[in-house]
C-alpha cells in the first residue's frame, strides 16, 4: 500500500498542473532546494507575507505549502516584537514595490544577465561531445549538469513575482474597474509573450530563410522520415542547424529526465517550422488590443490612464511567464537527460543494463556510481520504473494532512499588502487550480474555462507524444496537461480539454493565443473521454458534452 504521509506538519496540495505524474528519482535530489530557495528569496524581496511556496516531493509527486514569514524557524518561535518587525518591513517593501515598479529591475536583469548567460551556459554544455569524455569526465560532467539544474531551478522562481505581480494586479484592478470577472482580462494579454506563441523570437531566423528555399519549406511538409528530413534541413539551412542546436536540449513538456528533448523529436521540429510558415503572429495581438480597447470603454473616465498604465506593466512582463521556465530549468533538465542517458548506453554497453533508459530512474547518487562499474541492476531500475509508472496511472492525493484553511480576508490588511497578496494569490490559483472534483452528470464533463467559444469535433485522447502525432485536423485534444510540445501541432487543434490547471496554465495561454476554445482542470476528462468521441466544447462555461 502506498504511504501518503505528508512532508511535514499542515496541509500539502498537490501541482498537478506542472507535474501530474510521479517524477524520477533524480528529480527529488535536484528540485526541491532550488525551487525553495527561489520563492523564499522573491517573497522577501516583495514584501510578500509568507516565507516561501514550499516543495516537497511524495511518491515522485510534487506538493506545496503556503508558508508564513511568522513561522518559527531553527531557533525557535518569533517573539511579537521579531514578527511587528518584519511584518513592518514587509509593509514598507509592499508599498515600495508599487511605487518604484520594481518587477521592472528584475526584467532589465532577466534580459541583460540571465537569459544571456543561461542560453550561452546551456549551448555550451550541450555542445559536448560524450564520445571524447572518459568515464571520470563523464562523472564530472554529470556533477555539472546537475549543479546547473539545480541553479536554474533557482533561477525560474527568484523571478516569479516580477512574473506574476503585475499580470496578477491588471486582472483584478481591471475586474473592479469594469464590473466584469478578473479571469477573463487575461484575454488583452494574448500575443504579447512571443515565446509563448507559434513562432517565438528564437525561430524567426530560421522561418525567413525556409520560407525563401522552395526545397526547404518541401522537406517541412513531406513525407518520409523527419530524422532525415531535419537533418537534409539543418544542412540546407544553417539557421535551421543553429536553431537546434539552441534548443534541442530543451524539454518538450514538464520538468522531469523522463520527457523527452526536443532533439529527440524532429517530427515536432519540423512540426513547429510548418506551423510557423503560415502563421500571422499579429493575430493574437490584434485580438488582444479589440479586447482591451473595448474594455477601456468601460473604465470610468477618471481611471482610464490608470488602465493603460496597469495594462502596459502587465504585458511588458508577461512574457517572462514562460521565458523563466524554457530558458531556465527546462534547459537544464535536459542536459540531464542526455548525460543520464549517456551513462546508460555505456552500462548496457558493458552489459550491466538490460536497457540505457534504465538510467533515469536513477538518482544522481547512483548513476555517477554506475558509470565507475557500480550502481543498481536491471532488475532494481526496472522495478523502480514499474513503480513509477504505477503510481502515475493511479494518480496522487490532491491534498496530504489537514484541510487547507481559508486564506485571511486581504481586506483586513494594509492598502499595500492587500494589493499584492491578493494579485499573487489569484494568479497562484489560476495556475495550479482546478477543480475540487469531479462534476457533471452523464455525457457531460465540467471544468474551468479557460478560452472562450464554441466548437465539435472528435476527440483526441493524448497520453504520450506519438498519440499528439496522431492528431487529425479539427480534433480536439484531450489531455492530462499541455507543454510546449502541443506548439507543433496548433495548426491542427479545435479546442482543448485537460484534467489539470486553471485559466493561466499553458492549455489556456495556447488556446487564447490561437483564438480556440478550452476548458481545463476537469480532473477526470481523461477517464471519461476517449478518442473517437464527438464532444461540443463550450470554452465560456466550462463545459463538455459527449454527444455520440
Not at 58 to 67: A, K, S
Not at 523 to 537: F, N, Q, V, Y
Request: charged letters at 25%; aromatic letters at 6%; a negative charge.
Amino acid at each position: 500500500m502506498t504511504d501518503w504521509t505528508a512532508p511535514a506538519p499542515g496541509p500539502w496540495q498537490q501541482d498537478s498542473a506542472h507535474t501530474p505524474v510521479s517524477q524520477a528519482a533524480s528529480m527529488a535530489d535536484i528540485y526541491p532546494a532550488g525551487f525553495n530557495r527561489g520563492f523564499s528569496e522573491t517573497f522577501a524581496r516583495y514584501g510578500v507575507l509568507l516565507d516561501r511556496l514550499a516543495m516537497a516531493t511524495v511518491n515522485g509527486f510534487t506538493y506545496h505549502q503556503p508558508q508564513p514569514f511568522d513561522m518559527p524557524g531553527p531557533d525557535g518561535p518569533l517573539s511579537e516584537e521579531q514578527i511587528g518587525a518584519e511584518f513592518g518591513r514587509r509593509l514598507e517593501l509592499a508599498a515600495m514595490v508599487f511605487e518604484t515598479k520594481l518587477w521592472r529591475q528584475d526584467l532589465e536583469q532577466w534580459d541583460n544577465e540571465a537569459k544571456p548567460n543561461s542560453i550561452d551556459r546551456h549551448r555550451s554544455l550541450g555542445d559536448v561531445d560524450f564520445a571524447a569524455l572518459d568515464n571520470e569526465q563523464l562523472a564530472d560532467h554529470v556533477r555539472r549538469v546537475v549543479e546547473n539544474t539545480s541553479e536554474m531551478v533557482y533561477q525560474h522562481h527568484r523571478f516569479n513575482m516580477a512574473a506574476m505581480l503585475p499580470v496578477g494586479d491588471f486582472a483584478l484592478q481591471a475586474s473592479g474597474m469594469t464590473g466584469r470577472p478578473p479571469e477573463p482580462m487575461l484575454a488583452a494579454l494574448d500575443g504579447y509573450s512571443p515565446v509563448s506563441g507559434i513562432m517565438p523570437d528564437d525561430m524567426r531566423a530560421a522561418i525567413d530563410k525556409i520560407r525563401s528555399n522552395p526545397a526547404a519549406v518541401e522537406l517541412c511538409a513531406g513525407d518520409g522520415d523527419p530524422q532525415d528530413r531535419l537533418m537534409s534541413l539543418r544542412a540546407l539551412v544553417p539557421e535551421v542547424d543553429d536553431y537546434v542546436r539552441s534548443v534541442g536540449f530543451r524539454l518538450v513538456d514538464g520538468f522531469d529526465v523522463t520527457n523527452p528533448t526536443v532533439a529527440e523529436c524532429p517530427d515536432l521540429i519540423l512540426g513547429k517550422f510548418f506551423v510557423a510558415l503560415d502563421a500571422t503572429p499579429g493575430d493574437a495581438r490584434a485580438r488582444a488590443d479589440q479586447f482591451a480597447a473595448e474594455l477601456r470603454t468601460e473604465v470610468p473616465h477618471e481611471q482610464q490612464v490608470i488602465f493603460d498604465e496597469l495594462l502596459h506593466e502587465a504585458r511588458t512582463m508577461y512574457r517572462l511567464r514562460d521565458e523563466r521556465g524554457l530558458y531556465s530549468d527546462m534547459s537544464a533538465i535536459g542536459l540531464v537527460r542526455w548525460a543520464l542517458l549517456e551513462v546508460g548506453r555505456r552500462a548496457e554497453s558493458d552489459g550491466r543494463l538490460e536497457d540505457a533508459d534504465l538510467a533515469l530512474d536513477a538518482n544522481i547518487d547512483e548513476a555517477i556510481a554506475m558509470i565507475g562499474g557500480g550502481g543498481p541492476s536491471t532488475e532494481v531500475l526496472s522495478q523502480r520504473r514499474a513503480r513509477r509508472l504505477e503510481l502515475t496511472s493511479e494518480g496522487a492525493p490532491r491534498f496530504l494532512g489537514p484541510p487547507p484553511p481559508a486564506p485571511p480576508p486581504a481586506d483586513q490588511l494594509p492598502a499595500p499588502l492587500a494589493r499584492l497578496m491578493s494579485a499573487i494569490g489569484f494568479l497562484i490559483e489560476g495556475i495550479l487550480g482546478q477543480m475540487d472534483a469531479p462534476a457533471g452528470e452523464d455525457g457531460v464533463v465540467i471544468g474551468i474555462p479557460a478560452s472562450a467559444g464554441t466548437t465539435e469535433g472528435t476527440a483526441r485522447l493524448i497520453l504520450s507524444t506519438e498519440d499528439l502525432m496522431a492528431l487529425e485536423p479539427g480534433e480536439i485534444v484531450v489531455a492530462p496537461t499541455t507543454g510546449e510540445a502541443f506548439n507543433a501541432m496548433l495548426h491542427l487543434i479545435g479546442g482543448i480539454v485537460t484534467d489539470h490547471g486553471s485559466f493561466a496554465c499553458h492549455a489556456g495561454i495556447i488556446a487564447r493565443e490561437m483564438g480556440f476554445p478550452a476548458v481545463v482542470g476537469t480532473i477526470d476528462a481523461t477517464s471519461r473521454i476517449a478518442s473517437g468521441d464527438i464532444l461540443k466544447l463550450d470554452g465560456s462555461t466550462g463545459e463538455v458534452h459527449i454527444i455520440g
